[in-house]
């Protein structure tokens, strides 16, 4: 990653309050990010259940930026047309979660004109990617175990980061999700990674603008 490469700030909509989303969304917006992190959970492939479909198609009519929608779900090729249809611009399935058919959900994906994104668990090697990377626009890295925000980073995920940027194409996009604040951003940043994922740190902050400023 070059030095003034931009940092992508996606602030995660799950530390947002629910029953303020639209606010919250402009709130991130107007103080800077670039992306909005929209995390599905279905209960299944992680221990808890988030938002789904019709929550992206109300967010789609307020967001200015694009809404980065990670699918922590089994079977994402069931889905993926229908959060595609409803305006995710980015969407993000998991490894773990498609591992016999990674070159179907890509292509699925690649259909709508949208990009792709894979994501592994903390748990998961990065070389498991290594022959993807050329067909994908983005990696997403947990440094915790999804399902849960305000968990605290944990830093031997990040050491995947250096291997991935070894193997992937200059311009593929290496974002990082768990445990973000100031100081775990410095550290994924001078791994390489160019994308940044924070809840908690970007909501739970007196100041939405300091905070997203202080993570580039």
Same mark, same amino acid.
């Given at each position: 990653?070059?030095?003034?490469? *931009?940092? !992508?700030?996606?602030?995660?909509?799950?530390?947002?309050?629910?029953?303020?989303?639209?606010?919250?969304?402009? @709130?991130?917006?107007?103080?800077?990010?670039?992306?909005?992190?929209?995390?599905?959970?279905?209960?299944?492939?992680?221990?808890?259940?988030?938002?789904?479909?019709?929550?992206?198609?109300?967010?789609?009519?307020?967001?200015?930026?694009?809404?980065? +929608?990670?699918?922590?779900?089994?079977?994402?090729?069931?889905?993926?047309?229908?959060? @595609? $249809?409803?305006?995710?611009?980015?969407?993000?399935?998991?490894?773990?979660? @498609?591992?016999? $058919?990674?070159?179907?959900?890509?292509?699925?994906?690649?259909?709508?004109?949208?990009? +792709?994104?894979?994501?592994? $668990?903390?748990?998961?090697?990065?070389?498991?990617?290594?022959?993807?990377?050329? *067909?994908?626009?983005?990696?997403? +890295?947990?440094? +915790?175990?999804?399902?849960?925000?305000?968990?605290?980073?944990?830093?031997?995920?990040?050491?995947? !980061?250096?291997?991935?940027?070894? *193997?992937?194409?200059?311009?593929?996009?290496?974002?990082?999700?768990?445990?973000?604040?100031?100081?775990? @951003?410095?550290?994924?940043?001078?791994?390489?990674?160019?994308?940044?994922?924070?809840?908690?740190?970007?909501?739970?902050?007196?100041?939405?603008?300091?905070?997203?400023?202080?993570?580039?």
């Amino acid at each position: 990653m070059n030095e003034d490469e *931009k940092i !992508i700030i996606s602030p995660s909509i799950l530390s947002a309050d629910f029953t303020e989303l639209g606010r919250d969304v402009k @709130a991130v917006e107007d103080a800077g990010a670039d992306w909005i992190h929209v995390d599905v959970m279905d209960g299944h492939f992680v221990p808890n259940i988030s938002i789904g479909v019709p929550v992206v198609k109300s967010l789609k009519k307020v967001a200015r930026v694009p809404l980065d +929608v990670h699918l922590m779900i089994e079977n994402p090729e069931k889905y993926i047309g229908a959060f @595609a $249809k409803a305006g995710a611009d980015i969407i993000t399935f998991h490894y773990e979660a @498609a591992q016999d $058919k990674i070159e179907s959900v890509i292509s699925l994906i690649r259909s709508f004109n949208i990009k +792709v994104g894979i994501s592994i $668990k903390p748990k998961t090697n990065q070389e498991v990617l290594f022959p993807y990377l050329d *067909k994908i626009d983005m990696v997403l +890295v947990m440094t +915790v175990e999804p399902g849960f925000g305000g968990q605290e980073f944990m830093g031997y995920c990040a050491q995947k !980061i250096p291997y991935i940027r070894g *193997k992937a194409p200059e311009n593929l996009i290496v974002q990082v999700d768990g445990g973000i604040n100031e100081k775990t @951003a410095n550290i994924c940043k001078s791994l390489g990674a160019n994308s940044l994922v924070a809840g908690s740190y970007i909501y739970g902050s007196d100041n939405i603008k300091a905070a997203i400023e202080s993570l580039r």
